[in-house]
């Protein structure tokens, strides 16, 4: 059916906080509405072009794209605000008429980002006549150039600039109409009824859609308050006037301008004028410049020689099987026209290597390639490894390859530069990524919006279960107790966040991806400036694929930093390492994993993680592969079956002979994609590329098609003379396993990565510690985690010691680690390089007056000075804290006479003093009583964010150990709903009033290992409140926030209990597990004459051995309660060992 009136004036949730309609809820409305054509007018943006372009097409719809931009008033490079009473810029509306008009929309839009950004991105006229070409004008909404002259009663001046625009735009340029029912929209339309008849310039009539439904209007109107910041009660807070701005049908638009028929009839003509296809499907590669010494200028060519040289460079001699397969993949890289692809990859990765900058042995699918292993872009032997080139390229199902490559996370940048210099500036971007509203969030930004309280929020958010992806819908189905809410005082929050749920919140530059162009970018993309002079696309990764765009994911992985740091340190010791070469098969190596002593060690740190490896025990780099593969959700139920198998301990069974060959390295459980294609091809006969196409329907749950691949693969099995019975029993195995079954290329890789930390940690512990410790300097929590970390390996971390230490940390011994200076908070880069410089030319610092004489006052001055002091860095100085602290202005104040003499260049030829230094008296320190501990550690904790010298805690580490129920160092995931008790000293307090105006607080603890954030609402803080002081070292029982992991512990306080009473709060029973041996009449009576002396309020509970059963008997020691002091803890753990005693 074609629509009489056609929308020309719209705005998704890509004009972002403020449309407030997703795109496919758009598609649904205008399908509703049987409308046939629509245009999507962003405001100053063009990022939902692609999205909105595809969906319209699929559903049959014309999409008609275009943009809202603002027009600076003058020039777009005057970067001031209006004074005149106007807007700091006025609002246009241009529609691309055909493909010369989309380009020309392109190159507008950028140059309101890259050249004209005051506020909002800007153009100017002189643009908009440079860029008329193809695109249909109309005069905007009230914020008009036009309809605002005229509302300010400048009929003259609009008329001016009316004609202006219709001298840019000949025969395209309309006067825009709308009626939300706004006084002033009236008074516009009258205006421009007027305007229209003088100067013979058509009307067009919109309705400035940013939501799908009136009901909408609120949820729309909460959406504003979250790109201003405001919440809805403010009565000053920008507003929507009146709730008309919704996608109006036919009917109503008709009603609204039934005066005005021919402003709807040129919504027809307008959208009839329009001819534009985007070109979606097209390759539009760079060139790669082949080097002039090349026999020949074809890349496919070219490609085949470079590979054939790599591959000897590699295997020496080229078998049949590497021929064969080097062969094959080279016929289908030129086959899809990927030759330049390639080029440009192992171009930037050869050039990153030549700069010594560490890139990652591979990632994702490309590891499959032997190209890719012969181009060096990848470091991993998939002949080796029985990893699939189909995987990574496949011939029947064309799109651009994907080969994303790693990189040491400080040098990512260079790579980056060095794209931008072979392929211009202008050619090469960064691309964006949009945050989207998901159900915990959007229900977090409502609620604040509404007023609701935290704790109520809170309540809401953590109603909603943790699933990946969850929607509110869904969670409503499957939480009960969200569900009361939604039906309770909480349905217009619930009902608000539903429509806004899956809305776009924010832009933001992708992590990884760079995308190149054959050209200006701007002849293929619109590009974007973010808040942070940052240029990207406006289109994100998905769009440019569609384009056929090259884009590349440049990832810095810290890993490789830590690594390349390791290395360096190891070759300043005089050792050289090549870590490509090692062979695998280091049994200590192994012995660490084994132990779980994965600490530092990439992809095996977690608590899990660590507690499988004890399990696994494993020997071999296979092992290593697949446990990085199973550990992850879906899969990980897998582990201890793998385990079993691994052990003998489950028999290994096999559905068909001939899965045995592809199964064994993985004990007869699927665990690689790899492996559900192998099965496919060897079990079915599918080509590699068929079974790659069987894999992808099964991980997506294609139901057509996977049908259509049973039948397929049971005829096929026949064929190998399996029975029927049998191959769909085989079908059914796979299909289970292939939706989370993971690509062993890339777990192959990432075990390559893996074993090398670990094979550091082994044979260099004090440079691949220090290496870690430098990696992670700015993250507090981590960095103490490692300290921990290097205790146990018997590494000392020394303080940090002008004299002994350097910007990072570093080795001093095999078992001792210097603090690195540059970990000092405000001593920056330029002080310390002045700092060492110094030191390493002239000898070690003798007073904080030789300091102050020797070094750059500019650069060290009295803040660095005093940061330095207060780290304990100045401790080898004569004199305490406290009084190097006093002398700083004395030190500053001699250092600079001394360099003044010597700046009057009064040294003589032998260096030697001058009369005139060597009368400048050296100053003395005062007399002046050491800080107090506390003092020294609170000032410890201030620049550097940890303790090192002491604890302030310590004294109170057996209550810390025995009744904070968390370890630190484990990053398990914490459950909601556990009750859980953390020990610690409160350190910052924040008191607010709740929306009831009851008081509450949020307050940091620090405690042994780590540190927790807790918030106590009204409830917790009128019954603890006189407990949250600074200072205060206490113990906290609560549930932790959804939020919550242990690197970033966050507590919602039930109960605070002071330190000095937690021993009687919390123990309640003493446990005591005997052994065989211990159950002796004399033992006990020994037991019984300890707990006489040791009389108290705590039942005994003994765990005595159960002959027949794992379980031990409890039995209650009746007539006797003891105490549970830390002395008579101490005793009886020093008498049957520390894990057999404990309280509950």
Same mark, same amino acid.
């Given at each position: 059916?074609?629509?009489?009136?056609?929308?020309?004036?719209?705005?998704?949730?890509?004009?972002?906080?403020?449309?407030?309609?997703?795109?496919?809820?758009?598609?649904?409305?205008?399908?509703?509405?049987?409308?046939?054509?629509?245009?999507?007018?962003?405001?100053?943006?063009?990022?939902? $072009?692609?999205?909105?372009?595809?969906?319209?097409?699929?559903?049959?719809?014309?999409?008609?794209?275009?943009?809202?931009?603002?027009?600076?008033?003058?020039?777009?490079?005057?970067?001031?605000?209006?004074?005149?009473?106007?807007?700091?810029?006025?609002?246009?509306?241009?529609?691309?008429?055909?493909?010369?008009?989309?380009?020309?929309?392109?190159?507008?839009?950028?140059?309101?980002?890259?050249?004209?950004?005051?506020?909002?991105?800007?153009?100017?006229?002189?643009?908009?006549?440079?860029?008329?070409?193809?695109?249909?004008?109309?005069?905007?909404?009230?914020?008009?150039?036009?309809?605002?002259?005229?509302?300010?009663?400048?009929?003259?001046?609009?008329?001016?600039?009316?004609?202006?625009?219709?001298?840019?735009?000949? @025969?395209?340029?309309?006067?825009?109409?709308?009626?939300?029912?706004?006084?002033?929209?009236?008074?516009?339309?009258?205006?421009?009824?007027?305007?229209?008849?003088?100067?013979?310039?058509?009307?067009?009539?919109?309705?400035?859609?940013?939501?799908?439904?009136?009901?909408?209007?609120?949820?729309?109107?909460?959406?504003?308050?979250?790109?201003?910041?405001?919440?809805?009660?403010?009565?000053?807070?920008?507003?929507?006037?009146?709730?008309?701005?919704?996608?109006?049908?036919?009917?109503?638009?008709?009603?609204?301008?039934?005066?005005?028929?021919?402003?709807?009839?040129?919504?027809?003509?307008?959208?009839?004028?329009?001819?534009?296809?985007?070109?979606?499907?097209?390759?539009?590669?760079?060139?790669?410049?082949?080097?002039?010494?090349? @026999?020949?200028?074809?890349?496919?060519?070219?490609?085949?020689?470079?590979?054939?040289?790599?591959?000897?460079?590699?295997?020496?001699?080229?078998?049949?099987?590497?021929?064969?397969?080097?062969?094959?993949?080279?016929?289908?890289?030129?086959?899809?026209?990927?030759?330049?692809?390639?080029?440009?990859?192992?171009?930037?990765?050869?050039?990153?290597?030549?700069?010594?900058?560490?890139v990652g042995p591979g990632r994702g699918s490309a590891a499959g390639s032997l190209v890719s292993y012969a181009l060096g872009i990848t470091s991993v032997d998939p002949l080796k490894h029985d990893l699939l080139f189909e995987r990574f390229l496949n011939p029947d199902r064309i799109s651009m390859p994907d080969i994303d490559i790693d990189f040491c996370i400080e040098r990512r940048g260079e790579v980056i530069n060095y794209i931008k210099d072979q392929y211009g500036e202008n050619s090469v971007t960064q691309i964006i990524t949009f945050g989207k509203m998901k159900a915990k969030q959007v229900v977090r930004d409502v609620g604040r919006v509404m007023g609701y309280s935290f704790s109520e929020v809170d309540?809401?958010?953590?109603?909603?279960?943790?699933?990946?992806?969850?929607?509110?819908?869904?969670?409503?189905?499957?939480?009960?107790?969200?569900?009361?809410?939604?039906?309770?005082?909480?349905?217009?929050?619930?009902?608000?966040?539903?429509?806004?749920?899956?809305?776009?919140?924010?832009?933001?530059?992708?992590?990884?991806?760079?995308?190149?162009?054959?050209?200006?970018?701007?002849?293929?993309?619109?590009?974007?400036?973010?808040?942070?002079?940052?240029?990207?696309?406006?289109?994100?990764?998905?769009?440019?694929?569609?384009?056929?765009?090259?884009?590349?994911?440049?990832?810095?992985?810290?890993?490789?930093?830590?690594?390349?740091?390791?290395?360096?340190?190891?070759?300043?010791?005089?050792?050289?390492?090549?870590?490509?070469?090692?062979?695998?098969?280091?049994?200590?190596?192994?012995?660490?994993?084994?132990?779980?002593?994965?600490?530092?060690?990439?992809?095996?740190?977690?608590?899990?993680?660590?507690?499988?490896?004890?399990?696994?025990?494993?020997?071999?780099?296979?092992?290593?592969?697949?446990?990085?593969?199973?550990?992850?959700?879906?899969?990980?139920?897998?582990?201890?079956?793998?385990?079993?198998?691994?052990?003998?301990?489950?028999?290994?069974?096999?559905?068909?002979?001939?899965?045995?060959?592809?199964?064994?390295?993985?004990?007869?459980?699927?665990?690689?994609?790899?492996?559900?294609?192998?099965?496919?091809?060897?079990?079915?006969?599918?080509?590699?590329?068929?079974?790659?196409?069987?894999?992808?329907?099964?991980?997506?749950?294609?139901?057509?098609?996977?049908?259509?691949?049973?039948?397929?693969?049971?005829?096929?099995?026949?064929?190998?003379?399996?029975?029927?019975?049998?191959?769909?029993?085989?079908?059914?195995?796979?299909?289970?396993?292939?939706?989370?079954?993971?690509?062993?290329?890339?777990?192959?890789?990432?075990?390559?990565?893996?074993?090398?930390?670990?094979?550091?940690?082994?044979?260099y512990p004090a440079e691949f510690m220090s290496a870690n410790l430098t990696s992670e300097m700015r993250n507090i929590d981590r960095v103490v985690v490692l300290i921990n970390e290097c205790k146990k390996m018997g590494i000392d971390v020394k303080p940090p010691d002008i004299n002994v230490s350097f910007e990072d940390f570093r080795p001093i011994t095999d078992s001792s680690i210097s603090y690195g200076l540059n970990a000092i908070k405000n001593v920056g880069k330029k002080a310390l390089e002045t700092i060492i410089h110094e030191r390493d030319k002239n000898g070690k610092y003798l007073t904080i007056f030789d300091l102050c004489a020797r070094v750059d006052q500019q650069k060290v001055n009295k803040r660095?000075?005093?940061?330095?002091?207060?780290?304990?860095?100045?401790?080898?100085?004569?004199?305490?804290?406290?009084?190097?602290?006093?002398?700083?202005?004395?030190?500053?104040?001699?250092?600079?006479?001394?360099?003044?003499?010597?700046?009057?260049?009064?040294?003589?030829?032998?260096?030697?003093?001058?009369?005139?230094?060597?009368?400048?008296?050296?100053?003395?320190?005062?007399?002046?009583?050491?800080?107090?501990?506390?003092?020294?550690?609170?000032?410890?904790?201030?620049?550097?964010?940890?303790?090192?010298?002491?604890?302030?805690?310590?004294?109170?580490?057996?209550?810390?150990?025995?009744?904070?129920?968390?370890?630190?160092?484990?990053?398990?995931?914490?459950?909601?709903?556990?009750?859980?008790?953390?020990?610690?000293?409160?350190?910052?307090?924040?008191?607010?009033?709740?929306?009831?105006?009851?008081?509450?607080?949020?307050?940091?603890?620090?405690?042994?290992?780590?540190?927790?954030?807790? $918030?106590?609402?009204?409830?917790?803080?009128?019954?603890?409140?006189?407990?949250?002081?600074?200072?205060?070292?206490?113990?906290?029982?609560?549930?932790?926030?959804?939020?919550?992991?242990?690197?970033?512990?966050?507590?919602?306080?039930?109960?605070?209990?002071?330190?000095?009473?937690?021993?009687?709060?919390?123990?309640?029973?003493?446990?005591?597990?005997?052994?065989?041996?211990?159950?002796?009449?004399?033992?006990?009576?020994?037991?019984?004459?300890?707990?006489?002396?040791?009389?108290?309020?705590?039942?005994?509970?003994?765990?005595?051995?159960?002959?027949?059963?794992?379980?031990?008997?409890?039995?209650?020691?009746?007539?006797?309660?003891?105490?549970?002091?830390?002395?008579?803890?101490?005793?009886?753990?020093?008498?049957?060992?520390?894990?057999?005693?404990?309280?509950?």
């Open positions: 059916m074609i629509s009489e009136f056609v929308h020309l004036h719209n705005h998704s949730d890509y004009s972002l906080l403020d449309g407030a309609q997703r795109i496919d809820q758009l598609i649904n409305t205008i399908d509703d509405l049987n409308m046939d054509s629509v245009a999507l007018t962003e405001h100053g943006n063009m990022f939902s $072009v692609l999205p909105y372009y595809k969906e319209a097409k699929k559903s049959g719809i014309k999409p008609i794209i275009g943009c809202e931009i603002y027009v600076a008033v003058g020039s777009r490079f005057e970067k001031k605000t209006r004074v005149d009473g106007g807007w700091g810029n006025n609002h246009l509306i241009l529609l691309a008429q055909n493909f010369i008009g989309y380009k020309n929309l392109m190159k507008l839009v950028t140059a309101g980002y890259l050249e004209g950004f005051y506020y909002r991105p800007r153009i100017d006229m002189d643009l908009l006549r440079k860029y008329s070409d193809g695109l249909i004008c109309m005069s905007a909404c009230l914020k008009g150039i036009v309809p605002e002259k005229m509302l300010r009663g400048d009929f003259d001046g609009a008329k001016k600039e009316a004609l202006l625009f219709s001298e840019i735009f000949p @025969n395209r340029y309309y006067l825009e109409i709308q009626n939300h029912g706004i006084a002033e929209e009236e008074q516009n339309i009258i205006n421009m009824k007027k305007l229209s008849r003088e100067l013979n310039i058509p009307l067009v009539c919109t309705n400035d859609a940013h939501y799908a439904k009136q009901s909408h209007w609120e949820a729309h109107d909460i959406h504003i308050c979250l790109g201003t910041g405001k919440e809805r009660s403010d009565p000053n807070r920008l507003r929507y006037a009146t709730p008309e701005f919704y996608f109006k049908s036919q009917d109503e638009m008709h009603k609204l301008f039934k005066e005005f028929p021919e402003a709807i009839e040129n919504t027809r003509k307008i959208a009839d004028s329009i001819d534009m296809t985007l070109p979606i499907g097209e390759s539009h590669l760079p060139n790669f410049p082949i080097p002039s010494e090349s @026999n020949t200028s074809d890349p496919d060519e070219y490609l085949q020689s470079i590979t054939e040289l790599g591959a000897k460079e590699k295997y020496g001699e080229i078998t049949p099987e590497i021929k064969n397969r080097m062969g094959h993949e080279l016929r289908v890289i030129k086959n899809m026209g990927f030759a330049g692809y390639f080029l440009i990859t192992a171009d930037f990765v050869k050039y990153a290597k030549n700069s010594n900058i560490p309540k809401i958010a953590k109603a909603i279960p943790n699933e990946l992806n969850i929607t509110l819908d869904k969670a409503l189905n499957k939480s009960p107790e969200l569900m009361k809410m939604a039906e309770g005082d909480f349905k217009e929050l619930i009902n608000h966040s539903k429509v806004l749920e899956g809305m776009n919140r924010h832009a933001s530059i992708h992590a990884a991806g760079v995308v190149i162009a054959p050209g200006d970018l701007t002849d293929f993309i619109p590009l974007y400036k973010s808040n942070t002079d940052d240029v990207t696309s406006q289109y994100d990764m998905k769009g440019l694929e569609e384009l056929g765009l090259l884009k590349m994911d440049f990832l810095g992985l810290r890993n490789l930093t830590v690594i390349d740091k390791a290395l360096g340190l190891i070759q300043a010791k005089g050792d050289s390492i090549d870590l490509e070469k090692l062979s695998f098969n280091d049994s200590k190596v192994y012995e660490l994993f084994t132990k779980g002593h994965t600490i530092g060690v990439f992809q095996f740190e977690s608590s899990g993680m660590r507690e499988f490896l004890k399990k696994l025990k494993p020997t071999v780099l296979e092992d290593l592969i697949a446990m990085n593969a199973l550990y992850r959700p879906g899969p990980m139920e897998n582990i201890d079956n793998f385990i079993n198998r691994k052990h003998g301990k489950k028999e290994i069974k096999y559905s068909h002979k001939l899965l045995e060959p592809i199964l064994k390295e993985t004990y007869g459980i699927i665990v690689y994609q790899e492996q559900v294609m192998q099965i496919a091809n060897e079990v079915a006969g599918f080509t590699l590329a068929e079974a790659d196409i069987m894999r992808r329907a099964m991980g997506k749950k294609i139901k057509s098609l996977m049908e259509e691949l049973s039948i397929k693969f049971v005829a096929g099995s026949e064929k190998n003379g399996i029975k029927k019975k049998k191959s769909e029993e085989i079908f059914l195995l796979i299909e289970k396993f292939a939706q989370y079954g993971f690509n062993k290329s890339h777990s192959t890789a990432y075990a390559y990565i893996a074993y090398q930390t670990a094979w550091l940690k082994v044979h660095v000075l005093e940061s330095l002091i207060m780290s304990g860095s100045l401790d080898s100085f004569e004199g305490n804290r406290s009084q190097n602290f006093l002398a700083v202005d004395v030190a500053i104040k001699y250092g600079h006479q001394m360099q003044s003499e010597k700046d009057r260049n009064q040294v003589d030829l032998f260096g030697s003093q001058t009369e005139q230094e060597a009368l400048i008296k050296t100053p003395t320190l005062q007399d002046n009583p050491e800080w107090l501990e506390k003092e020294s550690l609170a000032n410890e904790l201030e620049v550097l964010g940890l303790y090192v010298s002491g604890h302030p805690l310590l004294e109170h580490s057996a209550d810390l150990e025995e009744f904070t129920t968390i370890d630190f160092e484990e990053d398990h995931e914490i459950s909601n709903n556990d009750i859980i008790t953390v020990g610690g000293m409160i350190t910052r307090i924040v008191r607010r009033f709740d929306k009831r105006n009851r008081e509450m607080a949020f307050f940091d603890m620090d405690c042994l290992g780590g540190h927790a954030e807790v $918030v106590s609402f009204s409830d917790s803080y009128a019954a603890y409140g006189d407990l949250i002081n600074e200072g205060n070292v206490v113990f906290v029982r609560g549930k932790p926030s959804e939020t919550s992991d242990f690197s970033d512990l966050k507590i919602i306080s039930d109960e605070i209990i002071p330190v000095k009473n937690v021993r009687n709060r919390l123990s309640q029973r003493i446990n005591i597990q005997f052994s065989s041996g211990d159950t002796g009449s004399k033992d006990i009576d020994d037991l019984m004459a300890i707990c006489k002396e040791n009389k108290g309020d705590c039942k005994l509970i003994f765990h005595l051995p159960n002959q027949g059963s794992s379980r031990p008997l409890k039995v209650l020691a009746h007539n006797i309660a003891v105490s549970s002091t830390n002395n008579f803890i101490s005793v009886l753990r020093s008498k049957y060992g520390k894990d057999n005693v404990w309280i509950d």
